[in-house]
């Protein structure tokens, strides 16, 4: 019997997964402990593996996209098993129980699905309504300016149905579907709301007789006659409409990026011969335009002022940069999403400050130097930090704390948390009871952790139970830095670059080298007293590295 594999909570705080990349596809053999994809969670990409064997009859989220947990993610049974029924069972529409005023037996009413096209008719084998689209943030109704196919004409998939025009541009619509356009519900110069019946694609032939006269379009399309205020439009207006027709009077079909550096390069349409649909002229063509050289025809006048040359200031040449406005939007993985929501809590809801101290490195760094020198022992800079942090904590609890709105919880444990950058944001893996591990204990678990954090393998336990951080971003050169609290902790610890500059010892100006740490604190749990003697601690082990060997 099939079995349904739904979207696994694979952290404490996860509601929803998104699919990175499925490793397997419909119809490989699965055996158990194989890995069927890549999960993003609200803490890193993690792999998922089988539980079952049997064959992978369906995936219910394609790579990419993402869906709650629980969601049905993939269906695995034997070959050749028959899972529409499982699949209908998983998609049904949610219900829930209405109870009437005297019912002894409650019924069952089906929530509507919020984007449900508002279609009153069945729609025969193969037909698609297609909609007004939302081409803008702020868009509520759009214009047809331009249909590129008429009804009759085939469409495929990627075909550019019609122009539009939102509240902020024409844009160019293409098509989703394939087949032949049945219908135009919106005739070009005419507005409509969102969603409104744009028209109807299918099989050729098909009727489609009622479907668009039970389609309920929220408000009539409008149209968009010019009214004598249009009329009087200023002349540069006009411009910009007669630019998009020729000599003849005849529509030059051009998409609106073609129109835009045509405008930039002074270009007028009606000289450019387009390479595109029904001869419509695109970028390329407007880019690889060459104006033709321009004739002069000699008159009797000209002929008599060329016989009296006189001098005439030549008229200065205006350099105007040819160039396209270029951006790219990059989908949001679900853990930026979350790094997003959980810092932006954490900044407005508790009270951030910072301190900042400067660390002499002069002793620290010549204890590295001889502790690195044991062989098969390496330890950094961060490493030093992170113990020397540890055993401040113990004598300052306070910062070592967490904010409930009933009480401060006090930790007499130690897990520091250890920021790393990894490719798709930042995650931070936990050492358990830090103030138990010796200097090398602490730089091989970081090796480790990061390590892996870099190759998704983290597991969701290694990043929680954190009771304080560290984040390090000497490395890159950065000197001095504020971070943002990782909650529930109350402090973080933000550690810059060791520089080498004039320094005074003993009232004499000698070259030293010092580091600044900045602590973040919340201010409903650690007052700016405690923070300033929890810095003071953390310098004197920073400073005296034999002190943390005791």
Same mark, same amino acid.
């Given at each position: 019997?099939?079995?349904?594999?739904?979207?696994?909570?694979?952290?404490?705080?996860?509601?929803?997964?998104?699919?990175?990349?499925?490793?397997?596809?419909?119809?490989?053999?699965?055996?158990?402990?194989?890995?069927?994809?890549?999960?993003?969670?609200?803490?890193?990409?993690?792999?998922?593996?089988?539980?079952?064997?049997?064959?992978? =009859?369906?995936?219910g989220?394609?790579?990419?996209?993402?869906?709650?947990?629980?969601?049905?993610?993939a269906?695995?049974?034997?070959e050749?098993?028959?899972?529409?029924?499982l699949?209908?069972?998983q998609?049904?529409p949610?219900?829930?129980?209405?109870?009437?005023?005297?019912?002894?037996?409650?019924?069952?009413?089906?929530?509507?699905?919020?984007?449900?096209?508002?279609v009153?008719?069945?729609?025969?084998?193969?037909?698609?309504?297609?909609?007004m689209?939302?081409?803008?943030?702020?868009?509520?109704e759009?214009?047809?300016?331009?249909? =590129?196919?008429?009804?009759?004409?085939?469409?495929?998939?990627?075909d550019?149905?019609?122009?539009?025009?939102?509240?902020?541009?024409?844009?160019?619509?293409?098509s989703?579907?394939?087949?032949? =356009?049945?219908?135009i519900?919106?005739?070009?110069?005419?507005?409509?709301?969102?969603?409104s019946?744009?028209?109807?694609?299918?099989?050729?032939?098909?009727d489609i007789?009622?479907?668009?006269?039970?389609?309920?379009?929220?408000?009539q399309?409008?149209?968009?006659?010019?009214?004598?205020?249009?009329?009087?439009?200023?002349a540069?207006?006009?411009?910009?409409?007669?630019?998009?027709?020729?000599?003849d009077?005849?529509?030059?079909?051009?998409?609106?990026?073609?129109?835009?550096?045509?405008?930039?390069?002074?270009?007028?349409?009606?000289?450019?011969?387009?390479?595109?649909?029904?001869g419509?002229?695109?970028?390329?063509?407007?880019?690889?335009?060459?104006?033709a050289?321009?004739?002069?025809?000699?008159?009797?006048?000209?002929s008599?002022?060329a016989?009296?040359?006189?001098?005439?200031?030549?008229?200065?040449?205006?350099?105007?940069?040819?160039?396209?406005?270029?951006?790219?939007?990059?989908?949001?993985s679900?853990?930026r999403?979350?790094?997003?929501?959980?810092?932006?809590?954490?900044?407005?809801?508790?009270?951030?400050?910072?301190?900042?101290?400067?660390?002499?490195?002069?002793?620290?760094?010549?204890?590295?130097?001889?502790?690195?020198?044991?062989?098969?022992t390496?330890?950094?800079f961060?490493?030093?930090?992170?113990?020397?942090?540890a055993?401040?904590?113990?004598?300052?609890?306070k910062?070592?704390?967490?904010?409930?709105?009933?009480?401060?919880?006090?930790?007499?444990?130690?897990?520091?948390?250890?920021?790393?950058?990894?490719?798709?944001?930042?995650?931070?893996p936990?050492?358990?009871f830090?103030?138990?591990?010796s200097?090398?204990?602490?730089?091989?678990s970081?090796?480790?952790l990061?390590?892996?954090?870099k190759?998704?393998?983290?597991l969701?336990t290694?990043?929680?139970?954190s009771?304080?951080?560290?984040s390090?971003?000497?490395?890159?050169?950065?000197?001095?830095?504020?971070?943002?609290i990782?909650?529930?902790?109350?402090a973080?610890?933000?550690?810059?670059?060791?520089?080498?500059?004039p320094v005074?010892?003993?009232?004499?100006?000698?070259v030293?080298?010092?580091?600044?740490?900045?602590?973040?604190?919340?201010?409903?749990?650690?007052?700016?007293?405690?923070?300033?003697?929890? =810095?003071?601690?953390?310098?004197q082990?920073?400073?005296?590295?034999?002190?943390?060997?005791?």
């Amino acid at each position: 019997m099939a079995t349904i594999i739904t979207m696994p909570r694979l952290s404490d705080t996860m509601t929803e997964g998104t699919v990175a990349t499925w490793l397997k596809k419909v119809g490989d053999k699965i055996s158990e402990g194989d890995i069927l994809a890549e999960i993003e969670t609200d803490k890193a990409t993690m792999e998922f593996e089988s539980f079952n064997e049997g064959t992978l =009859l369906y995936i219910g989220i394609p790579a990419g996209e993402s869906a709650p947990v629980d969601s049905l993610l993939a269906i695995i049974g034997k070959e050749g098993e028959d899972v529409a029924a499982l699949i209908a069972e998983q998609s049904a529409p949610n219900t829930e129980v209405v109870k009437t005023e005297n019912d002894s037996a409650p019924t069952e009413t089906i929530k509507e699905e919020k984007d449900t096209p508002p279609v009153t008719a069945s729609l025969p084998k193969g037909v698609v309504v297609v909609t007004m689209p939302r081409l803008s943030d702020t868009m509520t109704e759009g214009t047809v300016a331009t249909w =590129l196919k008429k009804v009759g004409d085939k469409v495929s998939e990627g075909d550019i149905l019609a122009e539009i025009e939102t509240d902020k541009a024409t844009m160019e619509f293409e098509s989703f579907n394939e087949g032949t =356009l049945l219908y135009i519900g919106i005739q070009e110069g005419n507005a409509a709301p969102v969603d409104s019946l744009l028209a109807i694609i299918g099989p050729e032939g098909t009727d489609i007789t009622g479907i668009a006269e039970n389609y309920s379009n929220e408000g009539q399309a409008k149209s968009t006659e010019p009214t004598e205020e249009t009329k009087s439009a200023p002349a540069d207006a006009v411009t910009t409409v007669t630019q998009e027709a020729s000599t003849d009077g005849q529509r030059i079909l051009a998409s609106p990026l073609a129109k835009k550096i045509a405008s930039d390069k002074g270009i007028q349409l009606n000289q450019v011969k387009g390479s595109g649909e029904n001869g419509r002229i695109v970028k390329s063509d407007i880019e690889n335009f060459t104006p033709a050289a321009p004739t002069s025809t000699v008159t009797a006048e000209t002929s008599v002022t060329a016989k009296a040359p006189t001098t005439v200031a030549a008229a200065p040449k205006v350099f105007v940069p040819a160039g396209e406005v270029f951006t790219e939007e990059i989908k949001n993985s679900q853990m930026r999403k979350i790094i997003a929501k959980r810092l932006a809590e954490s900044l407005f809801t508790a009270p951030h400050y910072n301190l900042t101290i400067e660390v002499t490195m002069d002793d620290a760094m010549k204890s590295r130097a001889i502790i690195n020198s044991i062989p098969d022992t390496k330890v950094s800079f961060n490493d030093m930090v992170i113990k020397a942090c540890a055993m401040a904590l113990k004598k300052h609890p306070k910062v070592n704390s967490q904010w409930k709105e009933e009480a401060i919880t006090i930790n007499h444990h130690v897990n520091i948390g250890v920021a790393v950058a990894v490719e798709d944001g930042l995650v931070v893996p936990v050492l358990k009871f830090t103030d138990a591990m010796s200097l090398s204990q602490i730089g091989g678990s970081v090796r480790d952790l990061a390590g892996r954090a870099k190759n998704k393998k983290l597991l969701p336990t290694e990043m929680e139970g954190s009771t304080f951080t560290v984040s390090n971003l000497g490395m890159f050169g950065i000197v001095e830095f504020n971070s943002i609290i990782n909650q529930p902790n109350s402090a973080i610890l933000s550690v810059g670059a060791i520089v080498e500059k004039p320094v005074v010892k003993n009232g004499q100006i000698v070259v030293g080298n010092t580091m600044m740490l900045s602590l973040a604190c919340d201010h409903r749990t650690i007052d700016g007293a405690t923070g300033a003697q929890f =810095l003071q601690t953390l310098k004197q082990y920073i400073e005296n590295p034999v002190t943390m060997l005791a």
